[in-house]
């Protein structure tokens, strides 16, 4: 079995997180991009088809993090990535702060300058990016995406697949629903349904 870790993706932010496993202490095996992915992402070479993710496999590769922006993309290819057998590792800054009592799902990314509380439960294949802040008893869902700079007052719950736009913030006890999309710089104040997109300070809603 190998050890080093494949990447699926081979963008921008497939770049950061191999920074992050690096800094780990991890080593990095190649990329898996598209048919327009670049030859090397960093300096990690990129192969391009997700037919490679089985001939991997088969070649002993067994840990995998999917390195995708787009939370649909994302929570799609880790199903299929476990389905083949991989198991989803973390790639966690070492300038992060994590609580002890923080619990952390599997194919996670927090970035730098992050700072996870008190009992706040963070599910698989959500992104904490640069600088969020995620205070104590919140609640992130599979597959989200918290923007850098945003910041989550206690007891917030943000549902599966849900994206908050860069410098968002939450007051407390807000639950914020499944597939809503938070615009950059929002203020939210009240409950947001599921599959709504708001913007604004406070947000408002742009359609439900």
């Known amino acids: 079995m190998r050890s080093d870790i494949v990447v699926v993706g081979a963008g921008g932010h497939a770049k950061v997180c191999i920074e992050l496993l690096r800094s780990m202490g991890e080593s990095i095996a190649c990329c898996v991009g598209g048919s327009d992915s670049p030859d090397l992402c960093l ?12 001939s991997l496999r088969a070649k002993g590769h067994f840990r995998l993090f999917v390195a995708i922006g787009s939370n649909r993309l994302r929570e799609r290819l880790g199903t299929i990535c476990v389905g083949h057998g991989y198991q989803l590792v973390n790639a966690i800054s070492p ?5 002890p009592s923080a619990k952390l799902g599997r194919g996670v990314a927090v970035m730098a300058g ?36 945003c910041a989550l007052a206690g007891n917030v719950t943000i549902g599966n697949l849900s994206f908050l736009g860069v410098g968002c913030k939450v007051i407390p006890e807000i639950q914020i629903g499944e597939h809503v999309t938070v615009g950059a710089g929002g203020v939210v104040i009240c409950h947001i349904g599921s599959g709504a997109t708001v913007v604004g300070v406070p947000t408002r809603v742009l359609n439900s």
């Open 95 to 99: 300038h992060a702060i994590i609580s």
């Open 114 to 149: 992050v700072v996870i509380n008190a009992e706040s439960v963070i599910e698989d294949l959500a992104i904490i990016n640069t600088g969020a802040t995620v205070d104590h008893d919140c609640r992130v869902g599979q597959a989200v995406h918290i923007a850098p700079q």
């Open 43 to 54: 300096d990690v070479p990129v192969l391009r088809g997700d037919e490679h993710l089985v």
